[in-house]
T-cell receptor
C-alpha cells in the first residue's frame, strides 16, 4: 500500500528563520510526490512535485523539497519564513491501485509564523 | 487561465432542500474531481471523471450525485443531506488521470446543512 506520514502536526517558526516540514512515504512503485499548501478557507495550491526526475525539486514561493529514496522521505524546506507562509501543508503521494490512481494525503502540518 | 472556479462560495441548505455545486475549468483538462474536506482534516476523494465519464465513486452516499455535462464543467447535485455532510467541497482538475499529473484545486464551496 502507498501512503504518506507527516511527522509534525504543527510547526512554529519565527519570521526570517528556516522552515522544515517532514514527510515520509511508503510506496511499492517509484512514487509521484507533491506538496500542497492551503491557506484558511481557501483551496489547495501546488507548491512542487517530484516525478522521478531531479531529486531536488524547486517550487513556488522559495520552497524546495528533496526526494531521498534511501530514507523514503520528501521533506519540504524554505530558507526564510514569511508571515504569508502561515497555512496548512499537505504531503501527497499518487497511489496506484489495481485499475486506477488516487492522491493519498498526509494528515497535514499547520505552520504558524511568529513576528 | 489556470483557475478552477467553484460556485457558490458558501451555501446553507436544509435537509429537505435540493441544491447544486458547480465547477468550471478552461485549461483543457480531461480529468475532474470532487473532494470533501472536514475541518482540520485532509481532503477525501469522492468522485473522479475522466473524459466526461465517471471513473471512480468512492462509496459516496446516493444523496450526492455528480454530473459532467462537458469537458469544462462538473456539477455536484445535493439532495436530502444530513448535518454531518457540512464541509468544504473542493473541485479539482488535471491534464489527465495519471499518476504523475498534478491536480489544480478550486477555492471550494463551504456547505452548511441545517
Amino acid at each position: 500500500a502507498q501512503s504518506v506520514t507527516q511527522l509534525d502536526s504543527h510547526v512554529s517558526v519565527s519570521e526570517g528563520t528556516p522552515v522544515l516540514l517532514r514527510c515520509n512515504y511508503s510506496s511499492s512503485y517509484s512514487p509521484s510526490l507533491f506538496w500542497y499548501v492551503q491557506h484558511p478557507n481557501k483551496g489547495l495550491q501546488l507548491l512542487l512535485k517530484y516525478t522521478s526526475a531531479a531529486t531536488l525539486v524547486k517550487g513556488i514561493n522559495g520552497f524546495e523539497a528533496e526526494f531521498k529514496k534511501s530514507e523514503t522521505s520528501f521533506h519540504l524546506t524554505k530558507p526564510s519564513a514569511h508571515m504569508s507562509d502561515a497555512a496548512e501543508y499537505f504531503c501527497v503521494v499518487s497511489v496506484r491501485r489495481s485499475n486506477d490512481y488516487k492522491l493519498s494525503f498526509g494528515a497535514g502540518t499547520t505552520v504558524t509564523v511568529r513576528a | 487561465d489556470t483557475e478552477v472556479t467553484q460556485t457558490p462560495k458558501h451555501l446553507v441548505m436544509g435537509m429537505t432542500n435540493k441544491k447544486s455545486l458547480k465547477c468550471e475549468q478552461h485549461m483543457g483538462h480531461r480529468a475532474m474531481y470532487w473532494y470533501k474536506q472536514k475541518a482540520k482534516k485532509p481532503p477525501e476523494l469522492m468522485f473522479v471523471y475522466s473524459y466526461e465519464k465517471l471513473s471512480i465513486n468512492e462509496s459516496v452516499p446516493s444523496r450526492f450525485s455528480p454530473e459532467c455535462p462537458n469537458s469544462s464543467l462538473l456539477n455536484l447535485h445535493l439532495h436530502a443531506l444530513q448535518p454531518e455532510d457540512s464541509a468544504l467541497y473542493l473541485c479539482a482538475s488535471s491534464h489527465s488521470w495519471t499518476a504523475n499529473t498534478e491536480a489544480f484545486f478550486g477555492q471550494g464551496t463551504r456547505l452548511t446543512v441545517v
